[in-house]
Protein backbone atom coordinates (compact mmCIF):
# COMPACT_ATOMS: atom_id res chain seq x y z
CA UNK A 1 0.00 0.00 0.00
CA UNK A 2 1.14 3.83 -0.43
CA UNK A 3 0.31 6.55 1.30
CA UNK A 4 1.73 9.36 -0.84
CA UNK A 5 0.66 9.56 -4.68
CA UNK A 6 2.99 6.94 -6.99
CA UNK A 7 3.25 6.79 -10.49
CA UNK A 8 1.48 4.28 -12.35
CA UNK A 9 4.48 1.68 -13.72
CA UNK A 10 3.63 0.40 -17.57
CA UNK A 11 6.38 -1.79 -17.96
CA UNK A 12 4.44 -3.85 -20.18
CA UNK A 13 4.58 -0.65 -22.85
CA UNK A 14 1.34 -0.25 -23.79
CA UNK A 15 0.87 3.43 -23.09
CA UNK A 16 3.89 3.71 -24.22
CA UNK A 17 3.92 7.23 -26.75
CA UNK A 18 0.09 7.69 -25.85
CA UNK A 19 -1.42 10.34 -23.42
CA UNK A 20 -4.22 9.56 -21.20
CA UNK A 21 -7.06 11.59 -21.92
CA UNK A 22 -9.27 9.61 -18.93
CA UNK A 23 -8.99 7.61 -15.61
CA UNK A 24 -11.84 5.79 -13.75
CA UNK A 25 -11.41 3.39 -10.65
CA UNK A 26 -13.63 1.02 -9.43
CA UNK A 27 -13.49 -1.72 -6.41
CA UNK A 28 -9.69 -3.10 -6.85
CA UNK A 29 -8.82 -1.78 -10.76
CA UNK A 30 -8.56 1.24 -12.25
CA UNK A 31 -8.45 2.10 -16.16
CA UNK A 32 -7.60 4.87 -18.66
CA UNK A 33 -8.51 5.93 -22.22
CA UNK A 34 -5.10 6.53 -23.81
CA UNK A 35 -4.76 7.02 -27.84
CA UNK A 36 -8.76 5.85 -28.14
CA UNK A 37 -8.44 2.72 -26.45
CA UNK A 38 -8.62 2.03 -22.78
CA UNK A 39 -6.08 -0.43 -20.60
CA UNK A 40 -6.98 -1.62 -17.22
CA UNK A 41 -5.17 -2.54 -14.02
CA UNK A 42 -5.41 -4.03 -10.67
CA UNK A 43 -8.19 -6.31 -9.81
CA UNK A 44 -9.17 -8.96 -12.72
CA UNK A 45 -12.15 -11.09 -11.04
CA UNK A 46 -15.17 -11.00 -13.22
CA UNK A 47 -12.80 -10.65 -15.87
CA UNK A 48 -13.11 -6.63 -14.96
CA UNK A 49 -9.92 -5.74 -16.60
CA UNK A 50 -11.37 -6.84 -20.46
CA UNK A 51 -8.15 -8.46 -21.05
CA UNK A 52 -10.02 -11.95 -22.13
CA UNK A 53 -9.35 -13.37 -18.51
CA UNK A 54 -9.49 -13.16 -15.17
CA UNK A 55 -6.39 -12.36 -13.85
CA UNK A 56 -4.89 -9.83 -11.52
CA UNK A 57 -2.23 -7.37 -13.04
CA UNK A 58 0.15 -4.97 -11.40
CA UNK A 59 0.14 -3.13 -14.69
CA UNK A 60 -1.78 -1.29 -17.31
CA UNK A 61 -2.98 -4.19 -19.68
CA UNK A 62 -4.63 -3.51 -23.14
CA UNK A 63 -8.67 -4.19 -22.99
CA UNK A 64 -9.10 -6.49 -26.18
CA UNK A 65 -10.26 -4.55 -29.16
CA UNK A 66 -10.34 -7.16 -31.66
CA UNK A 67 -13.88 -8.32 -30.94
CA UNK A 68 -17.01 -5.38 -30.76
CA UNK A 69 -14.22 -2.78 -29.91
CA UNK A 70 -13.01 -3.79 -33.06
CA UNK A 71 -12.62 -0.27 -35.39
CA UNK A 72 -14.23 1.59 -32.25
CA UNK A 73 -12.58 4.50 -31.17
CA UNK A 74 -13.54 4.96 -27.56
CA UNK A 75 -14.80 8.53 -26.94
CA UNK A 76 -15.85 7.87 -22.69
CA UNK A 77 -15.35 5.29 -20.10
CA UNK A 78 -17.15 4.52 -16.74
CA UNK A 79 -16.58 2.04 -13.99
CA UNK A 80 -18.70 0.56 -11.36
CA UNK A 81 -17.70 -1.73 -8.87
CA UNK A 82 -17.26 -4.34 -10.33
CA UNK A 83 -17.62 -3.66 -14.79
CA UNK A 84 -16.47 -1.11 -16.96
CA UNK A 85 -17.78 0.67 -19.46
CA UNK A 86 -17.38 2.72 -22.91
CA UNK A 87 -18.58 4.67 -25.17
CA UNK A 88 -17.34 4.76 -28.83
CA UNK A 89 -17.92 5.55 -32.69
CA UNK A 90 -17.89 2.93 -35.74
CA UNK A 91 -18.99 3.84 -38.75
CA UNK A 92 -20.89 6.84 -37.89
CA UNK A 93 -22.49 5.26 -35.31
CA UNK A 94 -21.93 5.62 -31.69
CA UNK A 95 -22.66 2.14 -28.91
CA UNK A 96 -21.77 1.38 -25.42
CA UNK A 97 -19.89 -1.64 -24.45
CA UNK A 98 -19.17 -3.44 -21.12
CA UNK A 99 -17.19 -6.19 -19.53
CA UNK A 100 -16.95 -7.90 -15.78
CA UNK A 101 -18.95 -8.13 -13.25
CA UNK A 102 -22.84 -9.28 -15.54
CA UNK A 103 -24.84 -9.34 -12.17
CA UNK A 104 -28.18 -7.29 -11.37
CA UNK A 105 -27.59 -6.87 -15.27
CA UNK A 106 -25.01 -4.45 -15.16
CA UNK A 107 -23.10 -5.04 -18.98
CA UNK A 108 -26.69 -4.31 -20.04
CA UNK A 109 -26.23 -7.07 -22.61
CA UNK A 110 -30.04 -8.95 -21.56
CA UNK A 111 -27.84 -11.08 -19.13
CA UNK A 112 -26.47 -11.40 -15.48
CA UNK A 113 -22.85 -13.27 -16.83
CA UNK A 114 -19.81 -11.96 -16.44
CA UNK A 115 -17.40 -11.17 -19.49
CA UNK A 116 -13.77 -10.97 -19.22
CA UNK A 117 -14.40 -9.23 -23.02
CA UNK A 118 -16.00 -6.27 -23.93
CA UNK A 119 -19.61 -7.14 -25.37
CA UNK A 120 -22.10 -4.33 -26.72
CA UNK A 121 -24.97 -3.52 -24.34
CA UNK A 122 -27.95 -3.97 -26.21
CA UNK A 123 -29.24 -2.43 -29.29
CA UNK A 124 -32.29 -4.57 -29.44
CA UNK A 125 -33.85 -5.15 -26.44
CA UNK A 126 -34.60 -2.08 -24.03
CA UNK A 127 -35.07 1.50 -24.64
CA UNK A 128 -32.22 3.02 -26.25
CA UNK A 129 -32.54 0.23 -28.91
CA UNK A 130 -29.79 1.77 -32.05
CA UNK A 131 -29.71 5.51 -30.19
CA UNK A 132 -26.02 7.10 -30.57
CA UNK A 133 -24.48 7.23 -27.09
CA UNK A 134 -22.43 11.05 -26.16
CA UNK A 135 -21.43 9.83 -22.47
CA UNK A 136 -21.44 7.28 -19.73
CA UNK A 137 -22.02 7.06 -15.91
CA UNK A 138 -21.30 4.70 -13.42
CA UNK A 139 -19.54 4.59 -9.79
CA UNK A 140 -18.12 2.90 -7.14
CA UNK A 141 -20.25 1.21 -5.24
CA UNK A 142 -22.59 0.41 -8.40
CA UNK A 143 -23.95 -2.44 -10.39
CA UNK A 144 -25.67 -0.43 -12.50
CA UNK A 145 -24.51 2.40 -15.57
CA UNK A 146 -26.37 4.87 -17.20
CA UNK A 147 -25.74 6.51 -20.86
CA UNK A 148 -26.97 9.88 -21.79
CA UNK A 149 -28.01 9.55 -25.90
CA UNK A 150 -26.98 12.38 -28.45
CA UNK A 151 -29.54 14.67 -29.59
CA UNK A 152 -32.43 14.92 -30.54
CA UNK A 153 -32.71 12.24 -28.23
CA UNK A 154 -31.20 13.45 -25.80
CA UNK A 155 -31.98 11.06 -23.11
CA UNK A 156 -30.53 8.97 -19.75
CA UNK A 157 -31.30 5.55 -20.06
CA UNK A 158 -29.74 2.99 -16.97
CA UNK A 159 -29.65 -0.59 -16.72
CA UNK A 160 -28.33 -2.93 -13.60
CA UNK A 161 -29.37 -2.75 -10.09
CA UNK A 162 -32.38 -1.14 -9.28
CA UNK A 163 -32.68 -1.96 -5.76
CA UNK A 164 -32.31 1.71 -4.60
CA UNK A 165 -34.45 3.44 -8.06
CA UNK A 166 -31.43 4.29 -9.45
CA UNK A 167 -32.73 3.03 -12.48
CA UNK A 168 -34.89 6.15 -12.46
CA UNK A 169 -37.81 4.42 -14.02
CA UNK A 170 -39.81 4.66 -10.90
CA UNK A 171 -39.27 1.12 -9.66
CA UNK A 172 -36.93 -0.42 -7.90
CA UNK A 173 -36.41 -3.45 -9.90
CA UNK A 174 -33.33 -4.49 -11.63
CA UNK A 175 -32.78 -4.25 -15.69
CA UNK A 176 -31.30 -6.46 -18.06
CA UNK A 177 -31.42 -3.95 -20.54
CA UNK A 178 -30.86 0.14 -20.79
CA UNK A 179 -34.43 1.54 -19.47
CA UNK A 180 -35.24 5.07 -20.17
CA UNK A 181 -35.29 7.58 -16.99
CA UNK A 182 -38.45 9.29 -16.67
CA UNK A 183 -38.45 11.87 -18.69
CA UNK A 184 -41.78 13.46 -17.79
CA UNK A 185 -42.38 15.17 -14.54
CA UNK A 186 -39.30 17.18 -13.23
CA UNK A 187 -37.38 16.56 -16.67
CA UNK A 188 -40.25 17.53 -19.09
CA UNK A 189 -38.82 19.87 -21.63
CA UNK A 190 -34.75 19.70 -20.17
CA UNK A 191 -32.18 19.27 -22.47
CA UNK A 192 -29.45 17.38 -20.32
CA UNK A 193 -25.59 17.60 -20.68
CA UNK A 194 -24.34 15.19 -18.14
CA UNK A 195 -25.14 12.49 -16.01
CA UNK A 196 -23.76 10.79 -13.13
CA UNK A 197 -24.15 7.55 -10.95
CA UNK A 198 -23.15 6.61 -7.66
CA UNK A 199 -23.58 4.46 -5.03
CA UNK A 200 -27.46 3.61 -5.51
CA UNK A 201 -27.94 7.13 -6.56
CA UNK A 202 -28.22 9.40 -9.86
CA UNK A 203 -28.36 12.49 -10.96
CA UNK A 204 -28.58 14.63 -14.54
CA UNK A 205 -27.74 17.96 -14.76
CA UNK A 206 -29.49 20.36 -17.94
CA UNK A 207 -28.50 22.89 -20.50
CA UNK A 208 -29.33 25.63 -17.49
CA UNK A 209 -27.56 24.57 -15.29
CA UNK A 210 -30.20 22.63 -13.09
CA UNK A 211 -29.75 19.47 -11.22
CA UNK A 212 -31.63 16.45 -11.01
CA UNK A 213 -31.60 13.63 -8.85
CA UNK A 214 -32.96 10.11 -7.99
CA UNK A 215 -32.04 6.71 -5.73
CA UNK A 216 -31.70 6.63 -1.79
CA UNK A 217 -32.44 9.00 -0.02
CA UNK A 218 -32.01 12.65 -0.12
CA UNK A 219 -32.54 13.94 -3.87
CA UNK A 220 -31.47 17.50 -2.75
CA UNK A 221 -35.00 18.71 -2.84
CA UNK A 222 -36.21 18.30 0.96
CA UNK A 223 -37.82 14.70 -0.47
CA UNK A 224 -36.61 12.28 2.50
CA UNK A 225 -38.14 9.31 1.20
CA UNK A 226 -35.52 6.30 1.68
CA UNK A 227 -35.94 5.85 -2.14
CA UNK A 228 -36.91 8.23 -4.70
CA UNK A 229 -37.29 6.46 -8.39
CA UNK A 230 -38.18 9.13 -10.51
CA UNK A 231 -35.81 12.38 -10.79
CA UNK A 232 -36.59 14.90 -8.62
CA UNK A 233 -35.31 19.02 -9.06
CA UNK A 234 -32.70 19.61 -6.45
CA UNK A 235 -33.98 23.24 -4.49
CA UNK A 236 -32.59 25.99 -6.23
CA UNK A 237 -33.68 28.56 -3.30
CA UNK A 238 -31.13 28.86 -0.37
CA UNK A 239 -27.54 28.27 -1.21
CA UNK A 240 -28.25 27.48 -5.04
CA UNK A 241 -30.51 30.88 -5.31
CA UNK A 242 -28.95 32.16 -8.99
CA UNK A 243 -25.83 29.18 -9.00
CA UNK A 244 -25.50 27.69 -11.80
CA UNK A 245 -23.96 24.35 -11.79
CA UNK A 246 -21.27 23.34 -14.32
CA UNK A 247 -20.71 19.96 -12.34
CA UNK A 248 -21.08 16.70 -9.95
CA UNK A 249 -20.01 14.32 -8.34
CA UNK A 250 -22.32 11.54 -6.76
CA UNK A 251 -20.72 9.06 -4.34
CA UNK A 252 -22.85 7.90 -1.20
CA UNK A 253 -23.52 11.44 -1.15
CA UNK A 254 -24.20 14.24 -4.15
CA UNK A 255 -22.36 17.56 -4.26
CA UNK A 256 -22.46 20.36 -7.17
CA UNK A 257 -19.91 22.80 -8.59
CA UNK A 258 -21.47 26.29 -9.92
CA UNK A 259 -19.92 28.20 -12.34
CA UNK A 260 -18.79 31.01 -9.11
CA UNK A 261 -16.47 28.35 -8.41
CA UNK A 262 -18.36 27.05 -4.90
CA UNK A 263 -19.14 23.81 -3.59
CA UNK A 264 -22.43 22.72 -2.41
CA UNK A 265 -23.14 19.60 -0.84
CA UNK A 266 -26.33 17.37 0.40
CA UNK A 267 -27.25 14.03 2.24
CA UNK A 268 -26.11 12.32 4.96
CA UNK A 269 -23.15 13.64 7.39
CA UNK A 270 -22.09 11.27 9.68
CA UNK A 271 -18.14 11.95 8.83
CA UNK A 272 -18.74 15.63 7.91
CA UNK A 273 -18.59 14.44 4.75
CA UNK A 274 -21.22 17.66 3.50
CA UNK A 275 -18.58 19.59 4.54
CA UNK A 276 -20.35 22.50 6.52
CA UNK A 277 -18.41 22.26 9.90
CA UNK A 278 -21.41 19.82 11.26
CA UNK A 279 -22.28 16.16 11.42
CA UNK A 280 -25.99 16.62 10.24
CA UNK A 281 -27.94 14.90 8.11
CA UNK A 282 -28.85 17.65 4.83
CA UNK A 283 -32.11 17.25 2.88
CA UNK A 284 -31.34 19.92 0.62
CA UNK A 285 -27.84 21.58 -0.81
CA UNK A 286 -25.42 23.14 1.91
CA UNK A 287 -22.44 25.60 1.00
CA UNK A 288 -19.29 23.63 1.69
Not at 44 to 69: I, Q, W, Y
Not at 94 to 99: H, I, L
Not at 229 to 243: E, F, I, R, W
Not at 255 to 268: M, P, V
Request: hydrophobic residues 30%; contains cysteine; neutral net charge.
Amino acid sequence: NYSIPTAVVDSGGVLSGKTITDIVTGDGHACVLAGGKPYCWGAGGNGRLGSGNDNNSNVPVAVLTSGVLNGVTITSIASGSGHVCVSGDKGGNSRAYCWGEGGSGSLGRDSTADSNTPVEVSTTAGDMLTKDVQLLASGLGNRSSCALTKAPDNKVYCWGDGSGGQIGNNSASNRLVPTAVISSGALSGKTIQNAYVGNLRACALDSNGESYCWGVSFPGSGNTNAVVASPDKVLTTGVLSGVTVKDMAVGANRCALGTNNRAYCWGANDYGQVGDNSLTTRTIPVEV
